[in-house]
């Protein structure tokens, strides 16, 4: 992929994780899009999205109040910050971009464990 994800890994519930997203090789441009997820047997599902200037945000009702998405346009890097991590945020968490010649890109996905 074009994105590269960072930050997962084993959490106990209630425990918070950042994950990153940045793109894996200098781009032209790049918009930064959101966060997906998909666990094992589920499909791949909306977390959070994020406008092009980072003033409107939008999240799935699951994690609200516990997620924040944000980006560093100057690190040209974009971030998922998660609190309160339950067991069923359980999955593999992707970052999609727009990329200017490429269009719509995703990363290779960072997988997140929280134990109960």
């Known amino acids: 992929g074009q994105l590269v994800e960072s930050g997962g890994g084993l959490v106990q519930a209630g425990g918070s994780l950042r994950l990153s997203c940045t793109p894996s090789?200098?781009?032209?441009?790049?918009?930064?899009l959101g966060w997906y997820r998909q666990a094992p047997g589920k499909q791949r599902e909306l977390v959070a999205t994020?406008?092009?200037?980072?003033?409107?945000?939008n999240y799935a009702d699951f994690v609200k109040g516990r997620f924040a998405i944000f980006k560093d346009n100057a690190k040209s890097a974009m971030y998922l910050q998660m609190n309160s991590l339950k067991p069923e945020d359980t999955a593999v968490y992707y970052c999609?971009?727009?990329?200017?010649?490429?269009?719509?890109?995703w990363g290779q996905g960072t997988q997140v464990t929280v134990s109960s």
């Open positions: 999609k971009a727009l990329e200017l010649r490429a269009g719509i890109v």
């Open positions: 090789r200098s781009t032209f441009s790049i918009t930064f």
């Open positions: 994020i406008t092009s200037s980072g003033g409107k945000t």
